[in-house]
């Protein structure tokens, strides 16, 4: 055989062997997923809550209790979080707001909202119209557009 061929089925067999192993990690941590996903579920709970501000902080920014930063993988330490400060009842605190809806909570609102612990899962409006924030046009969409009204064009919608 052919030093070539040799050295194309050495690597074949070792990206097999790495797609057998990233497929049997992501399972595990699919099942994971699921586990602790049925866990806020059944701990989750409705309170009506102030939204006071939302910002993306990291965790020992925050202001969250001491037992969340011990618990907190090191890696996780230094990466930003979406943080609701909300007012429920008489009490001030720090909530984890989840990444899916962090961008459609509105601040300075009463909402009601589903809580599991220190994590916020979902949010529906109680009083007045769904405030819907415009949508920030990235780096690049800005540039184009400016470029388009310099030059007399239509901007692009």
Not at 57 to 72: D, F, S, Y
Not at 114 to 140: A, H
């Amino acid at each position: 055989m052919s030093p070539v061929v040799i050295v194309l089925l050495v690597i074949s067999a070792i990206l097999i062997v790495g797609i057998v192993v990233l497929t049997i990690l992501g399972k595990r941590a699919q099942k994971r997923q699921e586990e602790q996903q049925a866990q806020m579920e059944a701990a989750k709970q409705s309170v009506t809550m102030l939204i006071i501000d939302k910002k993306r902080m990291k965790i020992n920014e925050a202001g969250l209790p001491a037992a969340v930063l011990e618990n907190t993988p090191k890696l996780l330490r230094r990466s930003k979080l979406p943080i609701l400060k909300v007012k429920v009842g008489p009490q001030i605190m720090n909530l984890v707001c989840d990444e899916k809806i962090f961008d459609e909570v509105p601040v300075k609102k009463e909402v009601k909202a589903d809580v599991s612990g220190i994590y916020v899962t979902s949010v529906k409006g109680l009083r007045g119209t769904k405030t819907v924030t415009p949508e920030k046009k990235g780096f690049w969409k800005n540039l184009i557009s400016k470029a388009q009204e310099k030059a007399g064009a239509k901007p692009l919608k």
